[in-house]
């Protein structure tokens, strides 16, 4: 990356003034290059001879636009010589060249679109996991609010209010991947699209943390079989121990099955990844929830679950995370399109050794 200033970037914004430091000096500093080319190949062609923005650039202002919350129009309208400057705008006759409303709005709307925004929120994704060195995933939903007036939106008697709810991956404090849904899908049915949206990312975990919204036989076993790590999830309280999950059982299981390659010899871990692939998902799940109810020492491991409603109330208050005022066929886009905008700060921040990560309040 180059950068304005001799001195690093975190000593600039340590000395920030109290007039705040603009959120394009951020953005200079940020290198999301593997999402900039994934937009390359997948956006444009290669024989395209007409004058076109960069992408790096393009996207630059969709974060920008996010993050200043204001419209396609504002956005354009608000960018200084010294915005244009940092976002490395390109220039013609000593003047800078910026896109109208309507083409940044193009960009972003119909270029890159709602699938290609989950694509590139996985790549960010990748790269948060990649630099931050976190192994403890956390999974968890958010309120959506949405307008009273909402003829589309259920109401929810836990929120009391009208909304859609955000699911969300993480790791330790970085968002990792999301799924929309409506106000009252039940947590544990959104499991499974999780875990298809944060496949193909390297990730190795110490923990996986749920709390009891989360507990079922398939979850536990979903979780140990695809993540390969034994989940931490808040156990309800009617909530007994299954016979069908004890050790006993499942070497039965794994006898029984012994013409498909099962093997009583093999550890344990093996028994349940194998038993799963041969349609006992429901019996490692038991194993899986006996373990927690045995260990005596489940409280204190559940007591390192993150915060992670702090960061949904951050994000909320950094960017516009709600559907108030938001056309119904958009709503998801833009929630996508927010989401984002929040890991490219949070990647410049992770990248330029800026903590805590979460600190945007200084930027404008």
Same mark, same amino acid.
């Given at each position: 990356?180059?950068?304005?200033?001799k001195?690093p970037?975190?000593?600039?914004f340590?000395e920030?003034?109290?007039d705040?430091?603009s959120i394009?000096?951020?953005?200079?500093?940020?290198?999301?290059?593997?999402?900039?080319?994934?937009i390359?190949?997948?956006?444009y062609?290669?024989?395209?001879?007409?004058?076109r923005?960069?992408?790096e650039?393009?996207?630059?202002?969709?974060?920008?636009r996010?993050?200043?919350?204001?419209?396609?129009?504002?956005?354009?309208?608000?960018?200084?010589?010294?915005?244009?400057?940092?976002?490395s705008?390109?220039?013609?006759?000593?003047?800078?060249?910026?896109?109208?409303?309507?083409?940044?709005h193009?960009?972003?709307?119909?270029?890159?679109?709602e699938k290609?925004? $989950?694509?590139? @929120?996985?790549?960010?994704?990748?790269? !948060?996991a +990649?630099?931050? /060195?976190?192994?403890?995933?956390i #999974?968890?939903?958010?309120p959506?609010?949405?307008?009273?007036?909402d003829?589309y939106?259920?109401?929810?008697?836990?929120?009391?209010?009208k909304m859609y709810?955000g699911?969300?991956?993480?790791?330790g404090n970085?968002?990792?991947?999301?799924?929309f849904?409506d106000?009252?899908d039940h947590?544990?049915?959104?499991?499974?699209?999780?875990?298809?949206?944060i496949?193909?990312?390297?990730?190795?975990?110490?923990?996986l943390?749920?709390?009891g919204?989360?507990?079922?036989?398939?979850?536990?076993?979903?979780?140990?079989?695809?993540?390969?790590?034994?989940?931490t999830?808040c156990?309800?309280?009617?909530a007994?121990?299954?016979?069908?999950?004890? $050790?006993?059982? @499942?070497?039965?299981w794994?006898?029984? !099955?012994? +013409?498909?390659? /099962?093997s009583?010899k093999?550890? #344990?871990n093996?028994?349940l990844r194998?038993l799963?692939?041969?349609?006992?998902?429901?019996?490692?799940?038991?194993y899986?929830?006996?373990q927690?109810?045995?260990?005596?020492?489940?409280?204190?491991?559940?007591?390192r679950r993150?915060?992670c409603?702090?960061t949904?109330?951050h994000?909320?208050?950094?960017l516009k995370f709600?559907?108030k005022?938001?056309?119904?066929?958009?709503?998801?886009?833009?929630i996508l399109?927010?989401f984002?905008a929040?890991?490219i700060?949070?990647?410049?921040h992770l990248?330029?050794?800026i903590l805590?990560v979460?600190q945007?309040a200084l930027y404008y």
């Open positions: 990356m180059v950068s304005f200033e001195e970037y975190s000593e600039v340590n920030s003034n109290s705040g430091l394009c000096r951020l953005l200079h500093e940020t290198d999301f290059y593997s999402v900039v080319k994934h390359e190949t997948k956006c062609t290669s024989d395209s001879s007409h004058f923005y960069s992408p650039f393009m996207v630059k202002l969709v974060v920008l996010a993050f200043r919350g204001q419209s396609f129009r504002k956005t354009i309208a608000s960018l200084t010589t010294k915005d244009c400057k940092l976002l705008a390109p220039k013609r006759n000593g003047h800078y060249l910026i896109p109208s409303p309507s083409t940044l193009h960009f972003m709307r119909y270029r890159l679109d290609f925004f $989950e694509e590139i @929120i996985r790549i960010a994704g990748a790269q !948060l +990649r630099l931050s /060195g976190e192994k403890d995933g #999974i968890d939903s958010t959506l609010e949405a307008s009273r007036y003829r939106a259920d109401f929810n008697t836990h929120y009391n209010c709810k699911h969300i991956f993480h790791l970085y968002p990792i991947a999301l799924v849904s106000g009252n947590d544990s049915t959104k499991v499974s699209d999780l875990l298809n949206r496949s193909g990312i390297p990730l190795k975990f110490s923990n943390f749920a709390d919204g989360y507990d079922s036989f398939q979850i536990h076993a979903d979780i140990f079989y695809h993540l390969r790590v034994i989940p999830i156990v309800r309280e009617n007994v121990i299954q016979d069908e999950g004890t $050790e006993k059982r @499942i070497n039965h794994v006898n029984k !099955l012994w +013409r498909n390659g /099962g009583i093999a550890k #344990i093996e028994k194998f799963y692939e041969n349609g006992r998902t429901e019996t490692v799940g038991m899986l929830r006996n927690s109810m045995m260990d005596p020492h489940f409280e204190m491991r559940y007591g993150g915060d409603e702090t949904h109330s994000m909320k208050s950094i709600d559907v005022n938001i056309r119904n066929t958009s709503k998801k886009f833009y399109v927010n984002f929040y890991q700060l949070l990647l410049g990248q330029n050794g805590p979460q945007f």
